[in-house]
């Protein structure tokens, strides 16, 4: 009994010395002057811009991937389906590359002397330095989150159901739609959820293909850096508590749905 004590206690001290004691004195230097500069600095063009630009971003990079995600899930759990193991390690793939590194290639194939950046821009789309290439940034982080929800579930679920319902003449969107679908909602609920808190929190590859142009191209994380190496720290633990609560409505969401999964 002591013993199980002694590690919560551990665990507990562990967690509040690397997580919430940084945390809490974020927000306590914040209001060291009192809530009119943090409310100034939360309200300034600045940094509703780059509160803008990080909603939008993850409202185009999280129901992309979670097209592809329920996809992708799809071919994986098909035993048959040549090239599987293939597809299952490039999915994988960014979460062990530095995100650095994906922005860097994104660079080498839109820049503009990568493969596509001439002809894109001679086309009038910029995508290095502007929205799209963070977005794809985006994607590409966050891409194994809802594949790797989904795929456990529909292993357990099977393909009997789906089975049956072709041979009574059900087409396959029908059979997605009305039997698939259903069946991985909270799988699917939970890796979106994931992949929103990846989407809001990206950093090193957003930070690569952005140019970090206050007012353009900067998300609230880079709006974090740039504040602080401007010694303007006031904007940047604003900009870090606006984050920090955007990480506790995604945290909480998904502890409400892996209290329904269960």
């Known amino acids: ?23 809490a004195l974020v927000g306590y230097r914040a209001f060291g002057d009192g809530a009119g500069p943090v409310w100034d600095a939360a309200t ?14 993850t409202l185009i990079a999280v129901p992309a991937n979670a097209v592809f995600g329920v996809i992708a899930a799809l071919l994986l759990t098909r035993p048959r389906l040549p090239g599987r193991t293939l597809l299952s390690v490039i999915i994988d793939l960014p979460l062990a590359l530095s995100p650095v590194v994906v922005g860097l290639a994104l660079i080498l194939v839109w820049g503009r002397t990568g493969w596509f950046g001439e002809w894109a821009i001679d086309h009038g789309f910029q995508v290095i330095f502007a929205l799209p290439g ?6 590409i982080v966050s891409l194994p989150f809802v594949v790797r929800e ?26 997605l739609w009305r039997i698939v679908l ?16 990846r989407a809001l929190g990206e950093y090193g590859a ?10 353009r191209t900067e998300t609230l994380t880079l709006r974090v850096e740039e504040r602080f190496q401007a010694f303007d720290l006031v904007s940047a633990y604003t900009a870090s508590i606006m984050l920090a609560l955007l990480a506790v409505f995604t945290v909480a969401a998904m502890r409400l749905l892996n209290r ?3």
């Open 260 to 262: 329904e999964r269960h």
């Open 1 to 23: 009994m002591r013993g199980r004590l002694a590690l919560r206690f551990a665990a507990v001290g562990f967690l509040l010395a690397v997580l919430v004691g940084p945390l």
């Open 150 to 175: 989904l795929v456990p579930v529909l292993k357990e679920l099977g393909t009997e159901q789906q089975q049956a319902a072709a041979t009574l003449g059900a087409s396959d969107v029908q059979i």
């Open 182 to 197: 259903p069946a991985v909602r909270h799988g699917l609920a939970y890796g979106v959820v994931l992949t929103t808190a």
């Open 206 to 215: 957003v930070a690569v293909v952005s140019g970090k142009i206050a007012g």
């Open 44 to 57: 300034g063009d600045a940094t509703l811009s780059a509160l803008r630009l990080t909603l939008i971003i």
């Open 134 to 139: 963070m977005v794809m940034a985006t994607v």
